[in-house]
């Protein structure tokens, strides 16, 4: 079930009035109901895989609070990430490593065959592995008190809101928000309908008026001139930011409707001064995640050698997929071990190699996570070599802009459009279906041939493109600056004016066609 769809407004003005006519034990039992009813609206086979994960976990967390041996509490948390991550790996990722080692074969003159599966990828696995991760690994540090109620820890788990798409909610963040009574609220109800209805006009008048002049450009790049490729990659960039931070403001508006809060997972990413500032503002939940459970354990910027050589190993096979060229993976390889002697031959320098590495191997699992392809590979690879030639560069440019004595906004202006013009370059790789498609649809951007407006098809999806991507930015700076949120929230008069124009919005604008959020595929 997804949230522009007829089925969904049906079940949420059924779910509505029965939730706030419910308390305690019943309403709890009726949240986990419905949750179950909206995902196995999609296909109810992929239920039995949520609720397999849903009662490992929560027995796994009952043992590891009753036991003090440090080795059976460590088999525990084993059981734990074997089975999210089994499944993870079986229905997301079998084909991919099957179809990889193959290719790595034959790249070295072996003849290998593939025995691929017809496997449907579950929507929100992702997603739901790692909610459910965080807790078990949680409670094995003793960070988080463990969950006796099942009907409560399943409810967090399955909670539909969230449930395919994120945010990624922590349990320490959620499951004490399940004590609490939630009794109605018109100030709930008045700014979770604003975020709600927000997040519609992201999705279906942004996001969804964009996607077919996107899907035109990256269907066969060859055909258009440079311009018309460059607004492609343009309102590709604002497509997927308005499908996904749209899904996130009506999941975080529906919670707060039903009396929960949901941390924020978007702020303006795109008015980021540099890298690390962008994974702070994009997907917030994602890249909180992976710094607290696996950027920190690998070692974070503190010294260790297990980033370095995963990185290593990792590059060899990336290089080799991409080139099928075996030879190059092995310098490659020969570099990194080199890196790896000088850097280690100092404590200064060991520091700095493995804090790259860290950073490298955390952004090439991100990628991955994202999708089974070497190409979000490659895009998590652009965004840790972004991050390490940040950390590189940033004492050398500051001293040269210090030097020259640029004004601050000057300094402010060229850094954005420097990470915008990056994040849209590892865009292309992310969203083209394969490394010929990207590398075409790169190089018919720099040839700079037929860069005119006139050489430009569709022109009104390009005028009506820019327009609502103009309206996009226009009411973010205005908030970020000025937080007109909150006088909306207090003022009557402007709630009721705000709203009355979302809808005209969203009625002019709008695409509804059922289309799915882009998310769900990862």
Request: glycine share 8%; hydrophobic share 50%; with cysteine.
């Amino acid at each position: 079930m997804i949230f522009n769809s007829l089925a969904f407004f049906v079940f949420i003005a059924a779910f509505l009035p029965l939730y706030f006519s419910m308390k305690g034990k019943s309403r709890l039992w009726l949240c986990l109901i419905g949750s179950y009813i909206f995902y196995g609206w999609w296909d109810w086979r992929f239920l039995s895989l949520i609720v397999f994960s849903t009662c490992i976990d929560y027995f796994v967390g009952l043992q590891l609070d009753q036991t003090e041996d440090e080795a059976k509490r460590k088999r525990l948390l084993t059981i734990s990430m074997v089975v999210n991550l089994g499944f993870l790996a079986f229905f997301k990722y079998f084909n991919f490593f099957i179809d990889s080692f193959t290719n790595m074969l034959q790249s070295w003159g072996y003849e290998g065959s593939t025995t691929s599966l017809d496997i449907i990828l579950p929507v929100g696995i992702s997603f739901y592995t790692f909610q459910s991760m965080s807790y078990t690994i949680d409670v094995y540090y003793r960070k988080l008190a463990v969950e006796k109620d099942f009907i409560r820890f399943a409810t967090f788990i399955s909670f539909f809101p969230q449930l395919v798409a994120g945010p990624i909610v922590r349990a320490s963040d959620f499951l004490p928000q399940f004590q609490k009574e939630r009794t109605f609220s018109w100030d709930r109800l008045t700014t979770g309908l604003g975020q709600i209805l927000w997040g519609f006009f992201k999705k279906v008048a942004v996001a969804d008026s964009l996607a077919p002049y996107v899907d035109q450009c990256f269907q066969e790049p060859g055909m258009f001139g440079s311009l018309h490729l460059l607004i492609g990659i343009i309102f590709y960039s604002f497509q997927i930011y308005c499908d996904f931070s749209g899904y996130s403001d009506i999941a975080i508006g529906l919670a707060r409707v039903l009396g929960f809060d949901f941390p924020e997972n978007f702020r303006t990413p795109y008015f980021s001064k540099n890298f690390s500032e962008f994974w702070k503002r994009w997907h917030i939940s994602l890249s909180s995640w992976l710094q607290d459970y696996l950027y920190i354990p690998l070692g974070g910027n503190r010294n260790g050698s297990f980033g370095s050589w995963f990185f290593i190993i990792l590059f060899y096979v990336l290089t080799v997929v991409m080139t099928g060229w075996w030879w190059l993976g092995i310098i490659g390889v020969g570099m990194g071990i080199w890196a790896y002697w000088y850097y280690n031959s100092s404590t200064a320098r060991q520091k700095n190699l493995a804090t790259y590495a860290n950073l490298m191997v955390t952004m090439l699992l991100g990628g991955l996570w994202h999708g089974a392809s070497w190409a979000f590979v490659f895009w998590g690879f652009l965004h840790g070599a972004y991050l390490v030639v940040q950390r590189l560069a940033s004492p050398f440019w500051n001293k040269v802009l210090n030097a020259i004595k640029t004004p601050m906004f000057i300094q402010n202006t060229l850094a954005i459009a420097m990470v915008y013009f990056f994040t849209c370059l590892a865009w292309v790789y992310f969203r083209a279906p394969d490394f010929e498609v990207a590398n075409n649809f790169i190089m018919g951007i720099a040839s700079l041939e037929q860069f005119s407006f006139g050489a430009v098809m569709n022109k009104f999806q390009v005028v009506k493109g820019f327009l609502l991507i103009g309206l996009l930015l226009a009411v973010e700076v205005t908030d970020l600056r000025y937080e007109y949120h909150e006088v909306i929230r207090t003022q009557a008069v402007f709630r009721v004016v705000s709203f009355a124009i979302l809808l005209w919005l969203i009625s002019f604008f709008g695409t509804f066609g059922n289309n799915s959020f882009i998310y769900f595929q990862f």
